[in-house]
């Protein structure tokens, strides 16, 4: 036995190891961030003759009605004490739409006054955009490495009536709709809510492991696609269209690729808006096993710390087969994250 434990991971195409290894993390002290007072002007509209109260009579003093007009002409400055960190989160989210130059540049130009000079500025923004992409980079892994141990057999999306919810409500009860078939009916899941470009209504995106066993019946429905201006086919649950308005269930077959594009519409939206990504509970992103030499086929990555394994490789816990790897032995092994 060449590994013990190792954490085993599928990328889509091969299973790949990444072998136990220790060593000595030395705790650092967490430097204390300057705050920053920041500067925010809210504009008022001027009062006019029209909104001066009635008791105010036209043979009174002209002073007392040029104070009442001019109450509101002053605009007022509200000031926040943040750190510069946590400003530039706010400045990364309100220019996320924009390009990645223009927002570079408008985070500069809107940072600089609290710095001492532009070079030191656009360095502290370099490393945050940095910081940033490879936060972005980490849960793209993450929710890929998710995806592909979990089994997921359905791509669904649900959509609220006004009749029957508010967008408080359709979220607070459709995430508990998702916890309790979790818990009762082993239902699986990650997905994120998006709203529609043009009407800003919300709606949920969401991969879906389903058992056949605790299935809800489908029905197909025809409908008019208003994205695509055509009539179209749809597998609805009436569970859900009762509980909450409009439902769609594709289903992810074998076909890899379908699977890849679903991952694929699911993380625009980590990068475009910056969402984040809804799990579910057991969703791990390694199983541990044991792996001998003759399932090892080289050895890759960034200075070959990981294993590539074969895709019949032998699965062992504390020594003990299990298996050839499969789904069913997956679901026997110990998980971890």
């Known amino acids: 036995m060449s590994f013990g434990e190792t954490k085993v991971y599928f990328d889509g195409s091969h299973y790949i190891a990444i072998p136990h290894t220790t060593r000595f993390v030395r705790k650092r002290p967490k430097a204390v961030e300057?705050?920053?007072?920041?500067?925010?002007?809210?504009?008022?509209?001027?009062?006019?003759?029209?909104?001066?109260?009635s008791f105010v009579e036209e043979n009174e003093d002209e002073t007392i009605s040029s104070e009442i007009t001019n109450v509101k002409e002053s605009t007022e400055k509200i000031s926040k004490k943040l750190t510069?960190?946590?400003?530039?989160?706010?400045?990364?989210?309100?220019?996320?739409?924009?390009?990645?130059?223009?927002?570079?540049?408008?985070?500069?130009?809107?940072?600089?006054?609290?710095?001492?000079c532009k070079e030191?500025?656009?360095?502290?923004?370099?490393?945050?955009?940095?910081?940033?992409?490879?936060?972005?980079?980490?849960?793209?892994v993450r929710m890929s490495r998710k995806a592909n141990l979990a089994n997921f057999n359905y791509f669904c999306t649900f959509t609220y009536?006004?009749?029957?919810?508010?967008?408080?409500?359709?979220?607070?009860?459709?995430?508990?709709?998702?916890?309790?078939?979790?818990?009762?009916?082993?239902?699986?899941?990650?997905?994120?809510?998006?709203?529609?470009?043009?009407?800003?209504?919300?709606?949920?995106?969401?991969?879906?492991?389903?058992?056949?066993?605790?299935?809800?019946?489908?029905?197909?429905?025809r409908d008019y696609d208003t994205k695509g201006h055509k009539m179209q086919k749809s597998n609805q649950s009436l569970y859900f269209n009762t509980r909450f308005g409009r439902s769609d269930f594709k289903v992810l077959d074998e076909d890899e690729k379908r699977l890849g594009n679903a991952l694929a519409y699911l993380m625009k939206y980590i990068e475009k808006t910056d969402e984040k990504i809804v799990y579910s509970k057991g969703l791990p992103q390694f199983f541990l096993s044991d792996i001998l030499d003759n399932d090892i086929v080289c050895t890759i990555g960034q200075e070959d710390k990981k294993l590539l394994l074969f895709d019949d490789f032998m699965c062992l816990d504390e020594g003990c087969l299990i298996g050839n790897v499969s789904p069913q032995v997956i679901d026997q092994m110990r998980k971890s994250n």
């Open 34 to 53: 300057e705050e920053i007072t920041i500067q925010e002007k809210e504009d008022s509209t001027p009062t006019t003759k029209a909104d001066v109260p």
């Open 84 to 116: 510069k960190k946590a400003f530039f989160n706010e400045l990364y989210m309100k220019y996320i739409n924009n390009s990645k130059r223009e927002r570079k540049q408008n985070i500069i130009e809107e940072m600089l006054p609290y710095f001492d």
């Open 120 to 140: 030191k500025c656009i360095d502290f923004v370099n490393i945050n955009l940095d910081r940033k992409q490879r936060n972005l980079i980490c849960r793209k």
């Open 161 to 221: 009536d006004n009749k029957l919810h508010t967008e408080k409500s359709f979220m607070k009860s459709l995430k508990t709709c998702f916890r309790n078939l979790c818990y009762r009916k082993n239902w699986k899941y990650m997905g994120v809510w998006e709203r529609a470009p043009k009407t800003d209504r919300l709606h949920f995106h969401g991969l879906f492991s389903i058992p056949d066993e605790s299935f809800l019946e489908l029905t197909t429905c």
